[in-house]
Structure formats: structure tokens, C-alpha cells
């Protein structure tokens, strides 16, 4: 790159657009469990424009106050209250597409995802167990990505990371 004048630090303050909450993408790793996955989560929603919606328990909050590197300017915290289905089912309601990151027969390869033209609700499953069954049966779209190697899955919030990137429309 030739004639790159400005800082990386000046180029990020110029950007940074002061707004919280677009509610058009909504990043939710309702089964992630490890602390550090969560805070990474934090920050890909912090870098695409979205939403992070978690269960309101001490044990979401303790995670995010420990992985939390933007302080004051994190993005918006959606608490997931009273309970994930409720929640889910109210997020149904108010037209929002559901849309799982899971290894699933007849998943939509990331490849071929399309950036979210309609509020979104993207669900990351547990780092186990992965989104349970019930839920997948519910969702308007599966997101698959593809891998090549020896591993059978991705870290959590690597692929959550990759399919947000897509849906905003950043990638
Ligand atoms: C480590 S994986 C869970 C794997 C779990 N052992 C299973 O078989 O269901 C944790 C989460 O990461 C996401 N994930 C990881 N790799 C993925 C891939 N290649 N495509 C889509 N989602 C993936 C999914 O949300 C998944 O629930």
C-alpha cells in the first residue's frame, strides 16, 4: 500500500459511529459456556455492528466482565430473559429470522450465505453439545462452513465470527 498516511489508531476513531444499537443483527451464543468465547463474541459484534443477547445469569454477566475489552464502548447486551425459549419465541413473534451456526444435513454452506437483508437472530451452540436438536428443527436457516482439515468442528466463536461477518455484509 502506497501513500497510507493515517494511523491505524486515527483510522478507528474516525469510524467508530457512537451508535449501540441497530437491533438488525443479534449475535446469540445462548448455550456458549467459556468465558473467552464470549468475549470474543463481544468484540466481533462490536467490529460488525451487532447485537450480543445472553441469559441474564451471574454466570453470563461474570464472563462478559471478564472478557470485555471495549469498556465503555461495547456493543449493545440483550439479557435473554425469562428463559431461552420464551425469549426465542418472542424474537419469532416480532418477525426476526432465526438462523443457527450448526453442522447440519441440508445446511446452507457460509460460502453461499447471503448478508441479512431482514433482522437477524444468529444462535451459537454450547462448545459440547452444540445448538440442541429441538431448537435446530425451528430455524429459518442452518449455516454450515465448510472445512477440509483432521477437526471436526470449529471453535464457537470462530465460526460465529465468520457467519457474522457474512451477514452484515462485511465479507
Ligand atoms: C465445537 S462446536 C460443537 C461440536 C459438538 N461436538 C457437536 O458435534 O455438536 C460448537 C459450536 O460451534 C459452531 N461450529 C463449529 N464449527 C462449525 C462449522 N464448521 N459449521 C457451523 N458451525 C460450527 C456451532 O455453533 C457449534 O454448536
Known sequence: MSGAKTKPRELRAQRRTGRRCWDHLVVAPLWVAYDANLGTLLRTCDAVGACLAVPRTSHYRTALAKGDTLGRRRPCIHWVTPTKEAWLARQRESGKR???????????PLTRLEPAREPTVLLLGHEHQGVPDDVLVEVDECVEIPMIGQGASLNVAVAGSLVAYRLAGLS
Open 98 to 108: 432465526l438462523v443457527a451456526v450448526e453442522l447440519a444435513d441440508g445446511a446452507t
